[in-house]
């Protein structure tokens, strides 16, 4: 069965370090998200894209991240200097259009900023 | 702004229990809600999707309702299974908008 996949499971950094999180959506989809979850919190959205832009982005997307597509497989997550409160596990999705679908989510990778 | 509330936040039964998981929302004009079941330290798996103009889905030993105008979905679990132990989340969209916003979970433990 297809699924989402994030590469690496686990990423430990310095703050001020910049980080590159990777994803391979499902071949199909149109439409791929980044999502947050701080340990103990909800799962929060941070970015949508599509057709090689953004589509939406929430107030905590700032400037310090930033979205690619570099190929036809491949999502990534740039952040582009971390600091400690961006230690969370971050999930990648993917939906194969906007309408009547469901969202197929990643296993994750858990980054951790010390 | 949609808020999406879960209860209980935790619930632990005896193994064959039937269940009923709890969400509630503020806003109806939702597009569609999704159910997930997040392991520990893990993804979210998609149990079910239910569109806006549907009522209920099914799959399986699960079963999603909707109710737009009261606000609310439920996700009954019939007959539970120690493997059923998981976190719930539900989450839906909105018609203008792309993203899920996610309720806190309930926190299901079935005992043997």
């Known amino acids: 069965e297809p699924e989402v996949t994030q590469t690496p499971s686990h990423q430990v950094t310095q703050m001020g370090q910049e980080v590159i999180l990777r994803c391979v959506p499902i071949?199909?989809?149109?439409?791929f998200y980044w999502y947050r979850q701080i340990l103990g919190q909800k799962v929060e959205f941070l970015v949508s894209?599509?057709?090689?832009?953004?589509?939406?982005k929430s107030e905590i997307f700032d400037d310090q991240f930033s979205v690619e597509r570099p190929d036809g497989s491949n999502f990534t997550l740039k952040i582009r200097s971390t600091k400690l409160e961006d230690s969370a596990m971050y999930f990648c999705?993917?939906?194969?259009?906007?309408?009547?679908?469901?969202?197929?989510f990643g296993q994750g990778t858990r980054l951790t900023v010390v | 702004k949609q808020e999406v509330t879960q209860i209980p936040a935790a619930l632990s039964v005896p193994e064959g229990e039937n269940l009923v998981l709890n969400c509630s929302f503020t806003?109806?004009?939702?597009?569609?809600l999704q159910w997930f079941r997040q392991d520990p330290g893990k993804g979210l798996t998609s149990l079910l999707l239910?569109?806006?103009?549907?009522r209920e889905q099914t799959s399986g030993r699960l079963n999603a309702s909707l109710d737009k105008s009261s606000g609310r979905s439920t996700l009954y679990i019939a007959a539970s299974q120690p493997g059923d132990s998981a976190t719930y989340l539900c989450?839906?969209?909105?018609?203008?908008?792309?993203?899920?916003?996610f309720g806190s979970g309930t926190r299901l433990l079935v005992r043997p």
């Open positions: 999705a993917s939906s194969p259009t906007r309408r009547n679908t469901e969202a197929f």
């Open positions: 071949s199909n989809h149109l439409y």
């Open positions: 894209f599509y057709n090689n832009e953004i589509s939406e």
């Open positions: 806003d109806s004009a939702i597009y569609n």
């Open positions: 239910i569109q806006s103009s549907q």
């Open positions: 989450a839906l969209s909105m018609d203008s908008s792309y993203k899920l916003i």
